[in-house]
C-alpha cells in the first residue's frame, strides 16, 4: 500500500500533469479540438453526401444508377482505407493545404477525409431504414425532392443520424490517437513520446483514462438525444 502511494505522489510530480504546454491538459483539448472540428465538417459534407448515395442508388435511369455505383465504390475505397497508411499518404496534401504536415490543423485533413465517407454511409443506412410509404405518400402529394428531405428522411431518420454521430465521433476519437504518432499532437502524441518512448506509465495510464471517460461522455450524450428525439420511443 505505501509502494503504490509513493508510486502516486511521484507520479503526480510529473511534468505532464503540472505544466500546461505540451502537458496533458493541453493535450486532451488540442484532441477535443481535432475531434470537433473534424466532426463539424463530416456532418456538414457527410449528410448531404449520403443523402445523395441514396437517392441515387434508386435512381430510374440506368446513367443514374451506374453514377452511384462509381461514387459508391470511391466511398468504399476511402473508408476501408487503413488510417495510418492514410494518414502518411496525406502529409504532401496537408502541407499544401494549411502550410505545414504537423500539428492539430494538418491532422483535420486526414481525420475528415476517412470519417466522410465512414458518416455518409451510415447517413445512407439510416435512410433506408425509414419506410417507403412515407415518402412515396409525401411524393404523391407534389412535394419537391427537397420538401422530401427536409419534411421526410431527416425528421424520421434523426434518432439514427444522432446515433452515427455518436459513433463517428467516437471513431474518430480513437483516429486522432494515432496522428500523434506523426507529431500530430492531443493525447496520442503524449501517450507516444512519454508514456511509449520515455517509459512514463503514469503518463500513459492517465490518457487512457482520459480517453474512456471522454468516450463514456460522448456516447451518454448521444444516446439521450437520440431517445429524446425519437418518437417511437416518446409513443410507447
Do not use: C
Not at 409525401?138 to 425532392?145: D, F, I, N
Not at 434523426?158 to 490517437?177: F, K, N, R, W
Request: glycine share 8%; charged share 10%.
Amino acid at each position: 500500500m505505501d509502494t503504490l502511494l509513493d508510486w502516486l505522489r511521484e507520479a503526480a510530480q510529473n511534468r505532464a500533469f503540472t505544466q500546461w504546454r505540451g502537458g496533458i491538459w493541453q493535450s486532451t483539448l488540442v484532441t477535443l479540438y481535432m475531434s470537433l472540428i473534424t466532426m463539424l465538417i463530416t456532418v456538414a459534407i457527410g449528410t448531404p453526401l449520403g443523402i445523395w448515395l441514396f437517392r441515387l442508388d434508386s435512381a430510374a435511369t440506368a446513367v443514374g444508377r451506374g453514377f452511384a455505383q462509381v461514387v459508391g465504390f470511391v466511398v468504399n475505397v476511402v473508408r476501408s482505407f487503413p488510417f495510418f497508411v492514410l494518414l502518411i499518404v496525406l502529409i504532401p496534401v496537408s502541407q499544401a493545404i494549411v502550410g505545414r504536415s504537423t500539428g492539430a490543423n494538418a491532422a483535420l485533413i486526414a481525420l475528415a477525409i476517412s470519417a466522410i465517407p465512414f458518416f455518409a454511409r451510415l447517413v445512407e443506412t439510416n435512410l433506408r431504414e425509414i419506410p417507403a410509404g412515407k415518402i412515396e405518400a409525401v411524393e404523391m402529394m407534389g412535394a419537391t425532392r427537397a420538401q422530401v428531405t427536409r419534411q421526410v428522411l431527416l425528421p424520421e431518420a434523426l434518432p439514427g443520424l444522432i446515433s452515427s454521430i455518436t459513433t463517428t465521433m467516437i471513431a474518430v476519437i480513437g483516429y486522432t490517437t494515432m496522428v500523434g504518432s506523426i507529431n500530430g499532437g492531443g493525447l496520442g502524441q503524449l501517450a507516444y513520446n512519454r508514456g511509449y518512448i520515455s517509459y512514463q506509465t503514469e503518463v500513459l495510464i492517465a490518457t487512457v483514462v482520459i480517453l474512456v471517460v471522454i468516450v463514456v461522455v460522448v456516447q451518454t450524450l448521444g444516446s439521450v438525444l437520440s431517445r429524446a428525439v425519437d418518437h417511437r420511443a416518446r409513443s410507447r
